[in-house]
């Protein structure tokens, strides 16, 4: 199926219905010539308001993780966005919601097919975690810790949610030692 046909299908997509809040409006952004994937969770309540993909404080600290601006960041020819799920699926009592699972299954492999010229994906929280990674530690702070083991290709992330501030002032290691890292990746990545 032509890309254009699939990214239609995939915005039309009602399969949550029913199962999470309206109005359902799938989020992603998706071009075949992308060089960075974006592996998220799922849009938070702000970016289903606005259907533009991390539009609130976590995109702001993610952009500034990856050491390109808004104009990079939402260009569909470098930056592909694509989420385990592409709807807000609701809060929960510690935040929102898991993503649900029929997302990934019935979208993830098509459109990761049409993306051939990905040459850093950032994998962000357990979800997409379990994906996309062969071997993810015994949790989230183990499996961004051993960034370095996934190759040069992939770097598993926390997720940039203001929420996570406590863990970021645990976790030193990771402003000091991958988001240096990081942006070397994605300005090779992008050049």
């Known amino acids: 199926m032509p890309i254009d ?13 029913g199962n999470i809040p309206d109005p359902i409006r799938p989020v992603l952004q998706v071009h075949p010539k992308a060089r960075v994937l974006i592996a998220g969770q799922a849009p938070g309540r702000k970016v289903q308001e606005s259907g533009i993909p991390f539009d609130d404080a976590s995109g702001e600290r993610l952009r500034d993780w990856m050491g390109v601006d808004r104009e990079t ?56 975690q379990r994906w996309h990674l ?6 989230l702070t183990e499996t961004v810790r051993h960034w370095r083991d ?5 770097i598993p992330l926390p997720h940039p949610s203001p929420r996570n501030n406590i863990w970021f002032a645990k976790n030193p290691w990771f402003t000091d030692n991958l988001l240096p890292d990081l942006r070397a990746r994605v300005e090779r990545a992008l050049a």
């Open 5 to 17: 046909a699939l990214l239609r299908d995939a915005r039309a997509c009602r399969l949550c219905s």
């Open 73 to 128: 960041f939402y260009d569909e020819t470098q930056v592909a966005i694509l989420p385990m799920a592409f709807c807000y699926p609701g809060k929960g009592e510690s935040g929102d919601l898991a993503p649900p699972p029929v997302c990934a299954e019935t979208w993830r492999e098509k459109l990761l097919a049409k993306l051939p010229d990905i040459r850093l994906t950032l994998v962000i929280g357990q979800y997409a």
């Open 134 to 139: 062969d071997a993810p530690r015994k949790n």
């Open 150 to 154: 996934h190759g040069e290709a992939i």
